[in-house]
């Protein structure tokens, strides 16, 4: 048999490994050596039947689907062991499906000879080491905003449940409570949005806008460029001081030179089509989605969001430029505030320890703080929620600024470890990863990835959908 030489295909619109592929010469030169297309080895025909390597214990439902979805005589979908090293089990692999598993050197390296194509459901590739992949020649696909309408609703979901104190219902009814917990409404209450122009952030700015609250968005340059008024919204929220805080953060944006703003636009489009996965966890390296360092403005542009957010949802890809993005001095000034945080994109944008910091201990004030959030009062500062020097009958030392509430969808480990922490916490509510978790979602997601490893089966690399390696 004749060794398979994929067609070069056009170059794709964006770099998602952000790194050259010289950047590895031992990969490289490794690579050239092992891979079939120079060393010899099957050309893909029908009576080889190829593995599909599932490289996370996790999307079960989805990995199920795409099994059925292929052809028995033509592939087998492997599921990952969870005793085993994803290294240690991609030998004889034609396709690695990454998920949110991490993709490294050591896997895309260790499923040479046989690999083929790396594939992934989802449009997050920063897991996955674009760098090894390219200079071994195999071609690298993903499935940017098939699930951007779910990722949407689970983020205006989790706004909603974080002002109603959703999470604290079941214990009210075990209780024997009617009529609490005491929730906000989001009418009137003011959203901000960072990375608001993308297919999910927009879509979040629309429903939002639509219950009647204010909505504010920036994007890469901290320009602001959403800024809706919802039918309803608290008419103080355009206040003189808002209205100043927007003309500074515009201002800054115009002062880094309109000769970049090209290059930001540029780097626009690309935030916006890597933030749809929901996805992406928070595990693996960066990758090049929107990589190019923040502008000054941008961090400008976000504190004046920060300080008018009752809630700030986060809409953006996962990168070397935004990893740890929300720190403690970002968390503080939300915590000033009282507001809550809403994460459906990535669990790296946000510094945990300062999360863990900036909701304070979990027997702090639990019953009162959502309550006092986005009224000027800190979450231990609800009524309920009293200070050890008052409880002896001493002087109440301040309580220091808590957040009102944090939602994720996105952890840094997952699975998520069930004895983590942040699960038990009272004003934590955490939901595993159910942002690209519906039926039409997985539909969509999967046909393209069913798609893309049947066409690499069949040697029609131009046919590929969404490649980026």
Same mark, same amino acid.
């Given at each position: 048999?004749?060794?398979?030489?994929?067609?070069?295909?056009?170059?794709?619109?964006?770099?998602?490994?952000?790194?050259?592929?010289?950047?590895?010469?031992?990969?490289?030169?490794?690579?050239?050596?092992?891979?079939?297309?120079?060393?010899?080895?099957?050309?893909?025909?029908?009576?080889?039947?190829?593995?599909?390597?599932?490289?996370?214990?996790?999307?079960?439902?989805?990995?199920?689907?795409?099994?059925?979805?292929?052809?028995?005589?033509?592939?087998? =979908?492997?599921?990952?062991?969870?005793?085993?090293?994803?290294?240690?089990?991609?030998?004889?692999?034609?396709?690695?499906?990454?998920?949110?598993?991490?993709?490294?050197?050591?896997?895309?390296?260790?499923?040479?000879?046989?690999?083929?194509?790396?594939?992934?459901?989802?449009?997050?590739?920063?897991?996955?080491?674009?760098?090894?992949?390219?200079?071994?020649?195999?071609?690298?696909?993903?499935?940017?905003?098939?699930?951007?309408?779910?990722?949407?609703?689970?983020?205006?979901?989790?706004?909603?449940?974080?002002?109603?104190?959703?999470?604290?219902?079941?214990?009210?009814?075990?209780?024997?409570?009617?009529?609490?917990?005491?929730?906000?409404?989001?009418?009137?209450?003011?959203?901000?949005? =960072?990375?608001?122009?993308?297919?999910?952030?927009?879509?979040?700015?629309?429903?939002?806008?639509?219950?009647?609250?204010?909505?504010?968005?920036?994007?890469?340059?901290?320009?602001?460029? =959403?800024?809706?008024?919802?039918?309803?919204?608290?008419?103080?929220?355009?206040?003189?001081?808002?209205?100043?805080?927007?003309?500074?953060?515009?201002?800054?944006?115009?002062?880094?030179?309109?000769?970049?703003?090209?290059?930001?636009?540029?780097?626009?489009?690309?935030?916006?089509?890597?933030?749809?996965?929901?996805?992406?966890?928070?595990?693996?390296?960066?990758?090049?989605?929107?990589?190019?360092?923040?502008?000054?403005?941008?961090?400008?542009?976000?504190?004046?969001?920060?300080?008018?957010?009752?809630?700030?949802?986060?809409?953006?890809?996962?990168?070397?430029?935004?990893?740890?993005?929300?720190?403690?001095?970002?968390?503080?000034?939300?915590?000033?505030?009282?507001?809550?945080?809403?994460?459906?994109?990535?669990?790296?944008?946000?510094?945990?320890?300062?999360?863990?910091?900036?909701?304070?201990?979990?027997?702090?004030?639990?019953?009162?703080?959502?309550?006092?959030?986005?009224?000027?009062?800190?979450?231990?500062?609800?009524?309920?929620?009293?200070?050890?020097?008052?409880?002896?009958?001493?002087?109440?030392?301040?309580?220091?600024?808590?957040?009102?509430?944090?939602?994720?969808?996105?952890?840094?480990?997952?699975?998520?470890d069930p004895r983590d922490p942040l699960l038990s916490h009272p004003r934590a509510l955490?939901?595993?990863?159910?942002?690209?978790?519906?039926?039409?979602?997985?539909?969509?997601?999967?046909?393209?990835?069913?798609?893309?490893?049947?066409?690499?089966?069949?040697?029609?690399?131009?046919?590929?959908?969404?490649?980026?390696?």
């Open positions: 048999m004749a060794p398979h030489s994929p067609a070069p295909a056009p170059a794709p619109a964006r770099n998602d490994s952000g790194a050259d592929a010289d950047a590895d010469a031992d990969a490289g030169a490794d690579a050239e050596a092992r891979h079939p297309q120079n060393a010899g080895g099957s050309n893909g025909a029908y009576d080889e039947i190829w593995t599909v390597q599932w490289c996370l214990d996790g999307w079960h439902d989805a990995r199920e689907a795409v099994s059925r979805a292929l052809d028995p005589r033509r592939f087998r =979908v492997r599921p990952l062991d969870p005793s085993l090293s994803l290294e240690a089990q991609v030998a004889g692999a034609h396709v690695l499906v990454p998920t949110t598993a991490a993709v490294g050197r050591g896997a895309i390296l260790g499923a040479l000879p046989t690999l083929r194509l790396v594939a992934q459901p989802a449009s997050a590739t920063g897991n996955i080491d674009l760098a090894s992949a390219r200079a071994a020649g195999v071609p690298v696909t993903h499935a940017p905003g098939h699930n951007a309408a779910a990722t949407a609703e689970v983020a205006v979901m989790l706004l909603l449940m974080l002002l109603r104190r959703a999470a604290e219902a079941p214990a009210a009814i075990s209780r024997g409570e009617v009529g609490r917990p005491v929730g906000l409404e989001a009418r009137g209450r003011t959203v901000g949005l =960072v990375g608001a122009t993308g297919r999910v952030g927009s879509r979040v700015a629309r429903a939002c806008a639509a219950l009647g609250m204010r909505v504010i968005g920036i994007d890469r340059r901290g320009r602001c460029v =959403v800024d809706i008024q919802g039918e309803g919204a608290a008419a103080a929220a355009a206040g003189p001081a808002a209205a100043a805080a927007a003309a500074a953060a515009t201002e800054a944006a115009a002062a880094d030179g309109a000769e970049g703003a090209e290059e930001a636009e540029a780097g626009e489009a690309e935030a916006g089509e890597a933030e749809d996965g929901g996805g992406g966890g928070g595990g693996g390296g960066d990758g090049g989605d929107g990589a190019a360092p923040l502008r000054p403005s941008f961090r400008r542009g976000l504190r004046a969001l920060l300080e008018r957010s009752d809630v700030v949802s986060l809409h953006l890809p996962l990168c070397a430029a935004t990893r740890g993005l929300f720190g403690a001095e970002e968390l503080g000034v939300m915590a000033r505030r009282g507001a809550f945080l809403v994460n459906t994109a990535r669990a790296g944008i946000v510094d945990r320890a300062a999360l863990e910091a900036a909701l304070g201990p979990a027997d702090e004030g639990a019953a009162g703080g959502a309550a006092g959030g986005a009224e000027g009062k800190g979450a231990a500062g609800g009524a309920e929620g009293k200070g050890d020097g008052e409880a002896r009958g001493g002087p109440a030392a301040p309580a220091p600024p808590r957040l009102g509430g944090a939602a994720l969808d996105v952890m840094w480990q997952e699975p998520c955490v939901l595993p990863h159910l942002g690209c978790a519906s039926k039409e979602a997985y539909a969509a997601l999967g046909g393209v990835l069913v798609r893309n490893i049947v066409a690499a089966r069949e040697g029609r690399w131009g046919d590929l959908e969404h490649r980026v390696v």
